[in-house]
């Protein structure tokens, strides 16, 4: 009995130890963005998040998010803490310590909003909006083109608010002729309003500034990184990196 008792023990460890260990969850650090990324009661979500969810899930690799101040996270990644960032611009020093993605993660796309059936008449030129009302926030860059013309008085009718939903509720009252504003935070704060049905973007967007995922340097990651590309640049070919957006709006 003794030495049965030895063989069942010996087995059950052997089996124990030829179980494959569960890999660690990578690890992804961002800020509060809304409606890019931003924390809930149940974890991270936001365009990007889900965009995210399901290029790993494609790629058999768990993550975890952590939404953080935008200085802690990107300390993290250089200190190896965290894997990964987004959505991230790139800059000759965080290249420093990141590996970027190549594909573009998330573009930041900077344009006029307006009520549908304004004649706004905007041409791309920042001076086709001299005598439009002009809802912008106190205090932020809207990029080289917008704010040289801000400073220059070319634009000659502005109406400053502390936030962007603020100048949203302006627009759909009547009470501004447009806004300048990132073009997915001017869906959501439109979605939360139930605007989106009554206000249309301008074309020529201003501006558009790529922002992209970012792998530790310190942690070796450089693979992870080319792997994730390849995916993203199906989801994006496929139209599914599309329509997980598009999904996010009609909720």
Not at 68 to 83: C, H, S, V, Y
Request: hydrophobic content about 40%; overall charge negative.
């Amino acid at each position: 009995m003794k030495y049965l008792m030895r063989f069942v023990s010996a087995f059950c460890l052997l089996a124990i130890l030829s179980v494959p260990a569960r890999a660690e969850a990578i690890k992804l650090v961002t800020l509060e963005y809304p409606p890019y990324e931003y924390e809930t009661e149940t974890g991270a979500d936001g365009i990007v998040v889900r965009i995210l969810q399901e290029a790993f899930q494609k790629m058999g690799k768990d993550i975890e998010i952590s939404v953080l101040p935008w200085k802690r996270a990107l300390n993290m990644t250089q200190t190896g803490e965290a894997d990964a960032i987004f959505t991230a611009y790139k800059t000759p020093e965080r290249e420093t310590f990141l590996d970027y993605s190549e594909t573009v993660l998330m573009p930041q796309v900077l344009s006029v909003w307006a009520k549908k059936g304004s004649d706004i008449g905007f041409d791309g030129s920042i001076e086709s909006l001299s005598n439009v009302s002009i809802g912008l926030v106190d205090g932020i860059s809207y990029g080289t083109a917008v704010d040289d013309a801000v400073a220059a008085g070319t634009l000659k009718s502005l109406d400053y608010a502390p936030e962007s939903s603020n100048n949203i509720k302006k627009l759909l009252g009547g009470r501004i002729d447009a806004v300048i504003m990132n073009k997915y935070g001017a869906m959501h704060h439109l979605k939360n309003q139930n605007g989106l049905d009554q206000v249309a973007e301008i074309e020529p967007e201003i501006s558009s500034v790529p922002s992209y995922i970012a792998f530790s340097k310190a942690n070796g990651l450089a693979d992870l990184r080319d792997q994730l590309d390849g995916v993203l640049q199906e989801m994006i070919a496929s139209g599914e990196y599309q329509s997980i957006i598009d999904a996010y709006f009609q909720e």
